[in-house]
């Protein structure tokens, strides 16, 4: 059983938009919820962190402005708002969920290590 599942990837031209989504399974027990994309050949790069709990939003300098991460608790859902998509953007998408002490250990950074990951989901931007 997966406990979280992304979807809503895709191909778009560059300056289009997509909305991803993450299903966390009901029972998950996490305070702790990112956002992460690694493109073939690169590291894994964090891009947006939520501590679902007081709602402290972090985004990479390199999606600031563009892409915003929001969450509908009541269906468990997870969504990053991705616009004016650059061909940088192409990656695999990956939600990440984790229980944490408190709100400044929820990040991107490495100081949270991130215990559950979905299958990931493709994003292309084309020029």
């Known amino acids: 059983q997966m406990n979280l599942v992304e979807s809503g990837g895709g191909s778009v031209q560059a300056g289009g938009s997509l909305r991803l989504s993450c299903v966390a399974s009901?029972?998950?027990?996490?305070?702790?919820m990112a956002w992460f994309r690694q493109a073939p050949g690169t590291e894994r790069e964090g891009v947006a962190s939520?501590?679902?709990?007081?709602?402290?939003?972090y985004y990479a300098d390199s999606v600031k402005g563009r892409f915003t991460m929001y969450q509908d608790n009541a269906k468990n859902i997870l969504y990053l708002q991705m616009n004016s998509l650059k061909p940088e953007d192409t990656a695999m998408y990956y939600c990440?969920?984790?229980?944490?002490?408190?709100?400044?250990?929820?990040?991107?950074?490495?100081?949270?290590?991130?215990?559950?990951w979905g299958q990931g989901t493709q994003v292309t931007v084309s020029s």
């Open positions: 990440a969920a984790d229980w944490v002490a408190d709100g400044s250990r929820c990040h991107v950074d490495g100081r949270t290590h991130f215990s559950d």
């Open positions: 009901a029972d998950m027990i996490r305070n702790c």
């Open positions: 939520i501590y679902t709990r007081g709602g402290s939003i």
